[in-house]
Nanobody, 121 residues
Framework: QVQLVESGGGLVQPGGSLRLSCAAS????????MGWYRQAPGKERELVAG???????NYADSVKGRFTISRDSAKSWVNLQMNSLKPEDTAVYYC???????????????WGKGTLVTVSS
């Protein structure tokens, strides 16, 4: 039932900008946190940025000062503004959400299908 749909990926030149968006739907449960992972060719998947329901953010060291994560006030959307893009940012970017399943039911994690970001001249 849960869907995380990413958009905004594409081809951009070094130094350019892209904005990724993710819409969460299909669940009656609240979201504890959302964020973005990425996986470059031949590399392990890594956490890029995350934001909690309380507004706390964290970033990978490699993107600090260049990327900004934000959420809609309804907390069903998450965005990743990516500036000063570098070729090494090329990867498939995956939206992540952690759902709280209720007072007694724990939590569950979901990922979107991914959107490709290619940074190349």
């Amino acid at each position: 039932q849960v869907q995380l749909v990413e958009s905004g990926g594409g081809l951009v030149q070094p130094g350019g900008s892209l904005r990724l968006s993710c819409a969460a739907s299909g669940s009656i449960f609240s979201i504890n946190a959302m964020g973005w992972y990425r996986q470059a060719p031949g590399k392990e998947r890594e956490l890029v940025a995350g934001i909690t329901s309380g507004g706390t953010t964290n970033y990978a060291d490699s993107v600090k000062g260049r990327f900004t994560i934000s959420r809609d006030s309804a907390k069903s959307w998450v965005n990743l503004q990516m500036n000063s893009l570098k070729p090494e940012d090329t990867a498939v970017y995956y939206c992540y959400a952690e759902y709280q399943l209720g007072h007694m039911l724990g939590h569950m994690n979901y990922w979107g299908k991914g959107t490709l970001v290619t940074v190349s001249s």
